[in-house]
């Protein structure tokens, strides 16, 4: 049986229905079909992998005073003081034959008190005697006798005042009158305390999955499939085309 040959107008149809098949075929192997959706990560997993946890907050509480320094109250203490000008020269001692005998201001002489003789000092004062040298040596004694009577001496000192400061004969000493007094000291001022420091952690902020992307990906494929279908179907119409007009 021979073929019948095509119109002008078959060929075209034919043409195009396969041209709109081949598009469809080509367009279904390139686009994917059906939807793909992403399943997001936990909050948590999201967190420890985009936050790194912040360092501690060192928060400190004010101080307790408002200037910053505390001022220690004044108080008073009984401290030995020197009461009058210093005075220098040679000191000799006494004893011996006047063990025991009555001294100017009435009471018995006794060697093995810390006790001195002076011409001008008054009775009952206190007396800090330094003897000078490598090796100061110092001794407090109390006035209660009139002396030395020998020229350019100072002081006569008892047997025990000059043991105290190493010497056995004649001696050069500085001798400052001194007394008991109460002073007011105040202390030195000292920084108030500063509270206790606390630190605080701050918390991390929890991380929520974003849930744009996932819809964004099944909307492209959606719109895949819509665009896949539609090729096919007009690649259907062309060839139903062509059939009818033979």
């Known amino acids: 049986m021979t073929p019948t040959p095509l119109t002008p107008a078959q060929r075209r149809s034919r043409c195009a229905g396969g041209l709109f098949a081949g598009l469809a075929l080509l367009t279904g192997l390139t686009l994917p079909f059906g939807t793909t959706r992403v399943t997001p990560a936990r909050p948590q997993a999201l967190a420890a992998q985009s936050v790194t946890p912040p360092s501690p907050v060192i928060v400190r509480s004010p101080r307790a005073s408002r200037g910053g320094i505390r001022t220690a109250p004044m108080h008073y203490v009984q401290r030995t003081v020197a009461v009058g000008p210093s005075f220098s020269g040679r ?8 063990q025991g005998r ?16 002076s011409r001008t000092l008054p009775f009952g004062t206190h007396l800090r005697v330094c003897r000078r040298g490598p090796q100061a040596h110092c001794v407090v004694v109390r006035i209660n006798d009139r002396g030395p009577y020998v020229n350019h001496r100072v002081l006569d000192l008892s047997l025990a005042a000059s043991r105290a400061i190493g010497s056995s004969g004649v001696a050069y000493v500085t001798a400052t009158p001194i007394a008991s007094r109460r002073v007011a000291v105040r202390p030195k001022p000292h920084p108030a305390p500063v509270r206790a420091v606390r630190r605080v952690a701050v918390a991390p ?15 492209d494929h959606t719109r895949s499939l819509v665009v896949t279908v539609g090729f096919a179907l007009l690649a259907l119409l062309g060839m139903l085309r062509g059939r009818r007009l033979r």
Not at 91 to 98: H, K, T
Not at 210 to 216: D, I, M
């Open 91 to 98: 000191a000799s001692w006494y004893g011996g034959s006047f």
């Open 205 to 219: 902020a929890p991380v929520l999955a974003s849930v744009s992307a996932p819809a964004a990906v099944e909307q």
């Open 102 to 117: 009555r001294t100017a201001n009435g009471e018995r002489f006794d060697t093995h008190e810390l006790t001195a003789a």
